[in-house]
């Protein structure tokens, strides 16, 4: 038998798309109803958040001020050890008066005789290699 449509759904048809949109439906209620309730569990976290960075940002402070600070204590260039603006003043002054003085005069004369032989001795190592 050859059944004509009309246009008309059949029940199967219908009754298919009813059960298709109350899956979708349910479908987007859950997902709702989950995201309302992630976001309600992350309040307390978000406002968390938000107090540390707030106190992050207080205790920040701006480079240009951290530029314009005077520095209290400070490194002595020759060991490295901790030393006061005055100490720090002192030692740049000791060493600003030393700039005057030949470095010959630091190092004592027998060891500027070693070191002028140690020279003397690589010069001729160049000429005569098998000098120990």
Known sequence: ?????????????VHRSNLQQSRNHRLAIATFLSVQISAIAMMPMLSFAETQSKQLVQEDIPEEVLRAEIYTDARSPIDGKQL???EYTELMEKLRSLDGIPPEDFVSPKVREVIGLLKLRKFLRQFIPFIP
């Open 1 to 13: 038998m050859y059944q004509i449509d009309w246009g008309a759904k059949s029940c199967q048809a």
């Open 84 to 86: 006061s603006a005055a």
